[in-house]
């Protein structure tokens, strides 16, 4: 029998795993030639909504790279199906919504996760994957703040403007969208917990965009109430956004024991920071993949000298681009695991 890999979950133990933990974010995508080649009969929705396929492309990375975790390919849009919110993944542009959130009638439309019914296909992937892996299996989910952008702003945004300009000066509108996509998405982890999941990291990709003092009022409330919705799960918890340095000490209080840094983080300046319990991951700048091997071996070594202790995972400072070669990021694995005695 294959032993299970348990190295990622030892590092949240505090334990010196016996090599260093390696996954990446995105693991699962475009600069697979096998992903690409699925990609020719189904869409990414489609992929999610098959549990066999949804585990394979899953499993690939996880060979191919000799990673230490798998992540569950999906979309951080997938449980807004359960929520009555119809949306759709434009190729080359990201979740598109026709009808924007904007007034109090459409609270009406937006239902609490209250039944998986209509994303059954999450939890049967997940115990296909529980079945199959000799890995932990990171199970995820938008943050409130993130969904409630592009259920907003009706797709990507470059300044937030209108989910800026809802959180300012409609209060119950805001409060109530976000109190329910926090229910939501705490139960929806919870799910993929239920089912399989060994961990679970919260993608708040643009809540960087908010000052400390905004994060205070009108996010940490509600990233609290997601994470009161996994207090029974003593599982890694990681919490990950973009340029959201500023906003550790406050993500770390919400309840999150895992935080990933991007690309402009330190190790070092977060350890201080945050303490000795939470367990750190990160950081080397995606666009290095694209770099010769001597430069990015350097950037791995000195992410490698400023982490200090065993509570680390090696990943990206953000998800692998669809540029990246499978040799570079398994020469990267090989290493980053050469390095753990």
């Not at 049967?124 to 592009?150: D, H, N, Q, W």
């Not at 205070?216 to 959201?244: A, H, R, W």
């Not at 190790?267 to 666009?287: M, S, W, Y």
């Not at 200090?308 to 990021?329: V, W």
Request: one cysteine or more; charged letters at 25%; proline letters at 5%.
């Amino acid at each position: 029998m294959i032993e299970f890999n348990s190295s990622f979950l030892e590092a949240f133990k505090g334990n010196k795993p016996n090599r260093i933990p390696v996954w990446f974010m995105r693991q699962a995508g475009r600069y697979q030639p096998e992903y690409r080649e699925i990609r020719k009969s189904y869409s990414l929705v489609e992929i999610c909504k098959n549990p066999r396929i949804c585990a394979d492309v899953t499993l690939l990375p996880v060979k191919q790279l000799d990673a230490d975790a798998a992540i569950l390919f999906s979309d951080i849009m997938i449980p807004l199906i359960q929520m009555n919110i119809d949306f759709e993944i434009k190729e080359g542009i990201g979740p598109v919504i026709a009808n924007p959130f904007a007034t109090t009638n459409d609270l009406d439309s937006v239902h609490e996760i209250e039944s998986f019914e209509k994303i059954e296909f999450v939890g049967e992937a997940t115990r296909i994957l529980k079945s199959e892996l000799t890995v932990p299996l990171i199970g995820f989910c938008g943050a409130p703040f993130t969904l409630a952008s592009y259920i907003i702003e009706g797709g990507p945004s470059k300044n937030y403007y209108k989910t800026k300009a809802m959180m300012y000066n409609q209060p119950f509108l805001w409060e109530s969208l976000m109190k329910r996509l926090a229910i939501s998405m705490g139960r929806y982890l919870r799910y993929q917990l239920e089912n399989g999941a060994s961990a679970i990291q919260i993608f708040d990709s643009w809540v960087g965009s908010l000052s400390v003092s905004d994060y205070k009022t009108y996010i940490y409330p509600y990233m609290q109430l997601l994470f009161e919705e996994l207090q029974s799960f003593d599982v890694p918890k990681i919490l990950f956004g973009v340029n959201c340095n500023h906003l550790l000490r406050l993500q770390k209080e919400s309840g999150a024991n895992g935080i990933g840094l991007d690309w402009r983080g330190n190790f070092k300046e977060a350890r201080q920071l945050l303490g000795l319990e939470i367990t750190l991951q990160g950081n080397l700048d995606p666009a290095l993949l694209l770099a010769d091997w001597h430069i990015i071996e350097k950037q791995i070594d000195r992410i490698l000298e400023e982490k200090q202790d065993h509570r680390f995972i090696f990943n990206l400072g953000h998800g692998i681009m669809p540029q990246a070669s499978i040799d570079t990021l398994r020469k990267i694995s090989d290493y980053v695991h050469s390095k753990s005695n």
